[in-house]
C-alpha cells in the first residue's frame, strides 16, 4: 500500500474514531486527521476544502469548531493573508477529556466505596458472595483513577515546561 493510501485509511480510522468518541461531526473529524498526518506545517482554507470537497461553509463551519474546542490553531505567513491550521501543540481538548473521565473514574470509586461499605453493614450475606469480584473491579477503578490522575500531571508539567 502506498503512503498517500495509508494516509486516507487512517484520515478515515481517525475520523470515525473520533466521531463515535469524542462526538465530533464527522467533517471537523476529517480535517483533524488531515492536520495531524499532513506533511506540512499547516493546511490552508483552500486545501482544507479540495482535500475535503465539502462546500466553504461546510469547512468553515467545522474549522471554527475544531478552533473552539482547542483541537487546531491557526498561524500566517509573513506577507500573506492566508491563514494556515494545524494540530494545537497544547490541544486541551485531550486535557479536557482525560479530566473528564477522571472525574467519572473518582464518581465511581466513591459509589463503588458506598455501595460495598453498605452492603458490609446492611446486606453481609451479598458482601460476602461478590466480595472477590468488588475487589478485583475496585482496584482496577482505583489504579485508572491513578493512571489518569499521573497522565493529567505529566501532560500539564510538559505544557508549563513547553511554555517557559
Known amino acids: 500500500m502506498c503512503k498517500e493510501e495509508q ?4 484520515i478515515e480510522e481517525l475520523g470515525v474514531h473520533l ?3 469524542h462526538d465530533i461531526p464527522p467533517l471537523a473529524a476529517r480535517l ?3 492536520l495531524v498526518v499532513t ?3 499547516g493546511l490552508s482554507f483552500d486545501e482544507c476544502q479540495m482535500t475535503t470537497c465539502a462546500s466553504k461553509s461546510s469547512v468553515s463551519s467545522a474549522i471554527n469548531l475544531l478552533l473552539k474546542l482547542g483541537m487546531i490553531s491557526y498561524f500566517t505567513k509573513s506577507g500573506e493573508r492566508k491563514r ?6 497544547a490541544s486541551t481538548f485531550y ?3 482525560l479530566e473528564e473521565k477522571l472525574k467519572r473514574i473518582e464518581k465511581e470509586n466513591q459509589i463503588i466505596t458506598k455501595i460495598r461499605k453498605y452492603n458490609q453493614t446492611c446486606n ?3 458482601y460476602e458472595t461478590n466480595k472477590e469480584r468488588a475487589e478485583i473491579y475496585h482496584s482496577f477503578i482505583k489504579q485508572s483513577e491513578e493512571l489518569l490522575g499521573n497522565t493529567l500531571k ?5 505544557e508549563n515546561h513547553n511554555h517557559n
Do not use: I, V, W
Open 154 to 158: 505529566t501532560l500539564k508539567e510538559l
Open 95 to 97: 486535557l479536557n477529556k
Open 124 to 126: 453481609p450475606e451479598r
Open 7 to 10: 494516509k486516507k485509511e487512517l
Open 39 to 41: 506533511d506540512c506545517d
Open 32 to 34: 483533524y486527521a488531515m
Open 19 to 21: 466521531e463515535n468518541q
Open 84 to 89: 494556515y491550521f494545524r494540530t494545537s501543540a
